[in-house]
């Protein structure tokens, strides 16, 4: 497969916020690989392709230059391959989200072959509790998690805790909402930092992500304190709120997780 083949094909695009997006890419002639969740693809597209309305300008491309590539977390379930789902924030100075947020269904797209990143369960004690702490799209590889384990993972207790700027930028609200509601071991708990620009009264937490392990949601939730010896914790968005909370947890005995000393700690920075 040559490299700057444009192998892929846009199957979906729900643009489900302003300048957030879920798109669904299919290959084109070639099967996806087994990927466990957690993991990124990578997408690509070349300089000339267009640039959605909004975004920062760029000097127009001379000659053609090699596909512009950027890896993103997959949001699908690892077991059901006929297409990867992600979920993307726009930058609009960037050089691919922009690119990305002009395509419409049918469009071709490069993906990468290999999937790839160590974000995963694997190096977790299969019996921990999970929480899944994230901001914006950092979400998207807690996505996988859950619609891939959720259903077989009765005997554990999972815990998402999302931040976001606004109401309307909690991705996948219905989707999590629901399944909190359906499954006795899942819980779900949103935050918003601006509740002021909320068109309709915000009735839900408000701060940062890291306001709800400190105010201890999860004691309520759970009905049992979390833990170093029963709990894995996963985080993944800005890398502030990454520091924030790695020096939170260490104050309760938490460890980043690394090759030479294994923790309970495990990061995917986004930027």
């Known amino acids: ?44 597209l070349p300089p000339q392709a267009p640039r959605c309305e909004g975004s920062d300008g760029e000097e127009e ?56 990143g160590h974000f995963t369960l694997d190096q977790a004690p299969k019996d921990s509790h999970l929480v899944l702490v994230a901001t914006g799209t950092g979400l998207a590889p807690y996505m996988s998690m859950l619609r891939t384990m ?11 805790l999302l931040g976001a700027r606004h109401s309307w930028d909690l991705g996948y609200q219905t989707e999590l909402l629901t399944l909190a509601r359906s499954t006795p071991a899942f819980s779900y708990h949103p935050i918003i930092s601006r509740p002021a620009e909320e068109p309709v009264p915000w009735n839900g937490p408000a701060g940062y992500v890291q306001n709800l392990w400190r105010e201890r949601v999860l004691d309520a939730a759970w009905g049992v304190r979390p833990a170093p010896d029963n709990t894995s914790i996963f985080l993944c968005g800005n890398p502030a709120m ?15 997780h690394s090759r030479k000393q294994p923790g309970e700690i495990f990061v995917e920075r986004y930027w």
């Open 150 to 160: 959720l259903p077989a993972a009765a005997d554990r207790k999972m815990a998402v």
């Open 61 to 116: 491309v001379q000659k053609p230059v090699r596909l512009i590539r950027r890896s993103y977390s997959i949001a699908s379930s690892s077991v059901a391959r006929e297409y990867l789902e992600l979920y993307i924030t726009l930058v609009r100075s960037g050089g691919l989200t922009p690119r990305l947020f002009a395509l419409r269904p049918g469009d071709r797209l490069w993906l990468g072959p290999k999937i790839t």
């Open 242 to 256: 990454i520091d924030d909370m790695v020096a939170i947890l260490a104050e309760e005995d938490f460890r980043e």
């Open 1 to 44: 497969m040559a490299k700057q083949e444009l192998n892929a094909v846009v199957r979906q695009r729900d643009e489900v916020a302003p300048g957030l997006m879920v798109l669904r890419v299919a290959p084109d002639g070639w099967e996806l690989p087994e990927f466990k969740p957690g993991q990124f693809a990578v997408l690509g």
